[in-house]
């Protein structure tokens, strides 16, 4: 039976009341769809531990300079010559790539210093600024700046860096600089681009002093810029709001409860849930942090005598723009250290990678985890989690995970061993690239799918625009929305710099058959949305269309 629905549309001038026909009106559910899972590559040649997706569709993979030789060569037989290389000064080899998502094809790039669990952010221009490192890249600046050719590769800055940059975790800022904070035994943070003070100064953060247990447990600490311009940071189980521009904790949060750690090495994740600014003007943004999974204290320490433990099961939420902010403590399926968080288009988060046993470290993960789970913030607490279809392959330390625009979830690397190891070993190497295609992908919701017509795509704060998109059968409005997404950089189970915000709808009017024009307000603050490029999606009753790139300035 059809149904008559009807919903209001704005214009400038005059609200229209028009109806549409349709045979459903409900969100698609998922119920019956668990999502798929496609081999891209069996080999890209090298165990992709950061992975960053680029404004031109394109996605750059690094791993580390001192595993030996990698499986693809450097191109026009170049070799790379580091006299300080803790295992080859002549590697002619690769240790980065750049993967086009449009061709399936990729391209070895040439990274000089070691960029072992390094950190990174992509600058309002869409050149992505790489920190840190190990060994003679731990003070080194990288900077990719994407091309439309074959001619962009690394750049190197040796010695930009104050401090010594390993494990460390970085945030793009309202102002367009980026703040690097902490790594190992680095009880402080600095920015990028240094300022004017001479020399250039770091600055003390206590918090990470704090939270270093025997087993270190605050590495990777996490990030997350919220609306009011402060900082979140989490490190083991504590967590503050931190003004960085005076240097001073505004307030110190609830400890997560349990007590057990949750950063590096008992890697867990967190994301920030979206922001939606979809809301009427009198009603302020929430902000609110989620953070799931981990490893036991003490695990790392058994793991290196043989006793591999359970891993965490629960995951925290905390509204932390709430005046009096508490945890609330929910179950996963399965327990999960090394699982990687991405928000997706739908404004879900995929919960992928691991293991339910041991802890991060080499040869420490133990009984891998190959199914992702999605979870509904907005559901019921007990219908929140779905599991959805598992993967052939073992995703453990040194994976990696990258939201792409057409909505799939890129997943490469596992690497548990000091150097690459194929044979003889229970979690063999993985240098393969595969996808996982969320239900939303399903061809069956081709019906409802959006797809986008035309977009602006330099975007102003505040500033009125409008979005064209094409949809065979459009439900309601209130099932409608559009949404900003900041890619992330990925390296040890932190998306960092991700965010998504639900742009204000102003209004919908149909300009031609099953084509709609949708009128909205860019962002209000560069603290809800730094500047830089995002991907736009539109969503409709659940499912994306594929993302338009714009620029926010």
Same mark, same amino acid.
């Given at each position: 039976?059809?149904?008559?629905?009807?919903?209001?549309?704005?214009?400038?001038?005059?609200?229209?009341?028009?109806?549409?026909?349709?045979?459903?009106? =409900?969100?698609?559910? *998922?119920?019956?769809?668990?999502?798929?899972?496609?081999?891209?590559?069996?080999?890209?040649?090298?165990?992709?531990?950061?992975?960053?997706?680029?404004?031109?569709?394109?996605?750059?993979?690094? !791993?580390?300079?001192?595993?030996?030789?990698?499986?693809?060569?450097?191109?026009?037989?170049?070799?790379?010559?580091?006299?300080?290389?803790?295992?080859?000064?002549?590697?002619?080899?690769?240790?980065?790539? @750049?993967?086009?998502?449009? =061709?399936?094809?990729?391209?070895? @790039?040439?990274?000089?210093?070691?960029?072992?669990?390094?950190?990174?952010?992509?600058?309002?221009?869409?050149?992505?600024?790489?920190?840190?490192?190990?060994?003679?890249?731990?003070?080194?600046?990288?900077?990719?700046?994407?091309?439309?050719?074959?001619?962009?590769?690394?750049?190197?800055?040796?010695?930009?860096?104050?401090? +010594?940059?390993?494990? %460390?975790?970085?945030?793009?800022?309202?102002?367009?600089?980026? /703040?690097?904070?902490?790594?190992?035994?680095?009880?402080?943070?600095?920015?990028?681009?240094?300022?004017?003070?001479?020399?250039?100064?770091?600055?003390?953060?206590?918090?990470? +002093?704090?939270?270093?247990?025997?087993?270190?447990?605050?590495?990777?600490?996490?990030?997350?810029?919220?609306?009011?311009?402060?900082?979140?940071?989490?490190?083991?189980?504590?967590?503050?709001?931190?003004? #960085?521009?005076?240097?001073?904790?505004?307030?110190?949060?609830?400890?997560?409860?349990?007590?057990?750690? +949750?950063? *590096?090495?008992?890697?867990?994740?967190?994301?920030?849930?979206?922001?939606?600014?979809?809301?009427?003007?009198?009603?302020?943004?929430?902000?609110?942090?989620?953070?799931?999974?981990? %490893?036991?204290?003490?695990?790392?320490?058994?793991?290196?005598?043989?006793?591999?433990?359970? %891993?965490?099961?629960?995951?925290?939420?905390?509204?932390?723009?709430?005046?009096?902010?508490?945890?609330?403590?929910?179950?996963?399926?399965?327990?999960?250290?090394?699982?990687?968080?991405?928000? @997706?288009?739908?404004?879900?988060?995929?919960?992928?990678?691991?293991? $339910?046993?041991?802890? $991060?470290?080499?040869?420490?993960?133990? !009984?891998?985890?190959?199914?992702?789970?999605?979870?509904?913030?907005?559901?019921?607490?007990?219908?929140?989690?779905?599991?959805?279809?598992?993967?052939?392959?073992?995703?453990?330390?040194?994976? $990696?995970?990258?939201?792409?625009?057409?909505?799939?979830?890129?997943?490469?690397?596992?690497?548990?061993?000091?150097?690459?190891?194929?044979?003889?070993?229970?979690?063999?190497?993985?240098?393969?690239?595969?996808?996982?295609?969320?239900? #939303?992908?399903?061809?069956? #919701?081709?019906?409802?799918?959006?797809?986008?017509?035309? &977009?602006?795509?330099?975007?102003?704060?505040?500033?009125?625009?409008? &979005?064209?998109?094409?949809?065979?059968?459009?439900?309601? &409005?209130?099932?409608?929305?559009?949404?900003?997404?900041?890619?992330?950089?990925?390296?040890?189970?932190?998306?960092?710099?991700?965010?998504?915000?639900?742009?204000?709808?102003?209004?919908?009017?149909?300009?031609?058959?099953?084509?709609?024009? /949708?009128?909205?307000?860019?962002?209000?603050?560069?603290?809800?949305?730094?500047?830089?490029?995002?991907?736009?999606?539109?969503?409709?009753?659940?499912?994306?269309?594929?993302? $338009?790139?714009?620029?926010?300035?």
């Amino acid at each position: 039976m059809n149904i008559v629905v009807s919903f209001l549309i704005f214009t400038s001038h005059v609200i229209y009341i028009l109806p549409f026909i349709s045979s459903q009106v =409900t969100h698609l559910p *998922y119920s019956s769809n668990l999502g798929q899972w496609h081999l891209l590559h069996s080999s890209i040649g090298i165990s992709a531990m950061h992975m960053q997706l680029l404004r031109t569709n394109m996605v750059i993979m690094f !791993d580390r300079t001192d595993y030996g030789r990698s499986n693809i060569s450097l191109p026009r037989r170049q070799c790379r010559h580091d006299p300080n290389d803790t295992l080859l000064k002549v590697d002619c080899t690769a240790h980065s790539i @750049l993967y086009d998502i449009g =061709t399936n094809t990729l391209r070895p @790039l040439t990274v000089q210093t070691d960029t072992w669990c390094s950190s990174g952010a992509v600058f309002p221009d869409g050149t992505l600024v790489q920190t840190g490192g190990y060994n003679d890249g731990d003070h080194v600046v990288r900077t990719f700046t994407p091309c439309t050719g074959d001619n962009c590769d690394w750049l190197e800055f040796p010695n930009y860096l104050v401090q +010594r940059r390993w494990y %460390a975790s970085n945030q793009i800022l309202p102002d367009g600089r980026i /703040i690097i904070v902490g790594g190992r035994r680095q009880f402080n943070y600095e920015f990028y681009p240094r300022s004017f003070q001479n020399p250039p100064r770091t600055f003390w953060l206590d918090i990470l +002093r704090q939270t270093k247990d025997q087993d270190e447990n605050n590495l990777y600490p996490f990030l997350h810029l919220l609306p009011d311009g402060n900082l979140f940071i989490f490190a083991n189980t504590k967590s503050i709001l931190f003004n #960085y521009n005076q240097n001073v904790v505004v307030r110190e949060f609830p400890e997560i409860p349990g007590g057990e750690p +949750r950063n *590096y090495p008992s890697t867990g994740s967190s994301v920030l849930l979206p922001l939606d600014e979809n809301k009427p003007a009198n009603v302020n943004i929430e902000a609110e942090i989620m953070v799931c999974g981990g %490893a036991p204290r003490n695990s790392f320490v058994l793991a290196s005598r043989g006793e591999f433990i359970d %891993a965490l099961g629960t995951c925290g939420r905390l509204k932390v723009s709430d005046q009096n902010p508490s945890w609330v403590m929910e179950e996963m399926p399965v327990p999960r250290v090394m699982a990687d968080m991405l928000l @997706l288009p739908t404004g879900d988060v995929v919960i992928i990678n691991g293991a $339910a046993l041991g802890t $991060a470290g080499w040869e420490y993960g133990r !009984d891998p985890v190959t199914k992702p789970v999605i979870y509904r913030p907005s559901e019921n607490p007990n219908r929140r989690f779905s599991v959805m279809a598992g993967s052939q392959r073992p995703r453990l330390y040194h994976s $990696a995970a990258v939201l792409v625009p057409d909505g799939r979830v890129l997943v490469s690397g596992s690497n548990p061993h000091v150097y690459y190891n194929f044979t003889c070993v229970e979690y063999p190497t993985d240098l393969s690239l595969e996808a996982f295609s969320p239900p #939303y992908t399903s061809v069956e #919701y081709e019906p409802a799918r959006p797809r986008i017509v035309s &977009v602006k795509e330099v975007l102003g704060y505040r500033q009125f625009f409008s &979005v064209a998109f094409a949809v065979p059968e459009l439900l309601s &409005v209130s099932v409608l929305s559009v949404r900003l997404v900041a890619p992330s950089f990925t390296t040890h189970s932190f998306a960092m710099n991700q965010r998504m915000i639900v742009m204000k709808l102003i209004g919908v009017t149909r300009v031609a058959p099953e084509t709609y024009e /949708i009128s909205l307000v860019g962002p209000s603050t560069g603290e809800i949305a730094p500047p830089g490029y995002y991907l736009l999606f539109v969503v409709h009753a659940d499912i994306p269309s594929s993302a $338009a790139w714009v620029k926010l300035q």
